[in-house]
């Protein structure tokens, strides 16, 4: 079982950045990949990064590649999405979740590959 609280969002100008964390508790948290998602108001779900457990591969979405980027500090069982050039429609509550069984290099992008997931902290990117 793992536990994740997401923190660091926020209200930010346009072109402003944000660091979001998402602290993971359990003895094995360390050993899931994990992933961030993003969801805005009468939208879907959509992925927008992950990272492999060891930190070594990363994954972006092509709306972000570029501004954001994901890390992992393993010592401290904390993911981080550094948001940067950030947008407005860059608005949307961010989830983190680890990724569950059938997570691969292959397969990372959909929100059924995550088995845990966190309660989410908004990001509003004002114009």
């Known amino acids: 079982q793992v536990q994740l609280v997401e923190s660091g969002g926020g209200l930010v100008q346009a072109g402003g950045s944000l660091r979001l964390s998402c602290a993971a508790s359990?003895?094995?948290?360390?050993?899931?990949?994990t992933g961030w998602f993003r969801q805005a108001p009468g939208k879907e779900r959509e992925f927008v990064a992950a990272?492999?457990?060891?930190?070594?591969?990363?994954y972006y979405a092509d709306s972000v590649k570029g501004r954001f980027t994901i890390s992992r500090d393993n010592a401290k069982n904390t993911v981080y999405l550094q948001m940067n050039s950030l947008k407005p429609e860059d608005t949307a509550v961010y989830y983190c979740?680890?990724?569950?069984?059938?997570?691969?290099?292959?397969?990372?992008?959909?929100?059924?590959?995550?088995?845990?997931w966190g309660q989410g902290t908004q990001v509003t990117v004002s114009s």
């Open positions: 359990g003895r094995t948290a360390s050993t899931y990949p």
């Open positions: 979740a680890a990724g569950g069984s059938k997570w691969s290099n292959n397969y990372y992008s959909s929100p059924a590959l995550y088995d845990y």
């Open positions: 990272i492999t457990s060891s930190g070594w591969r990363k």
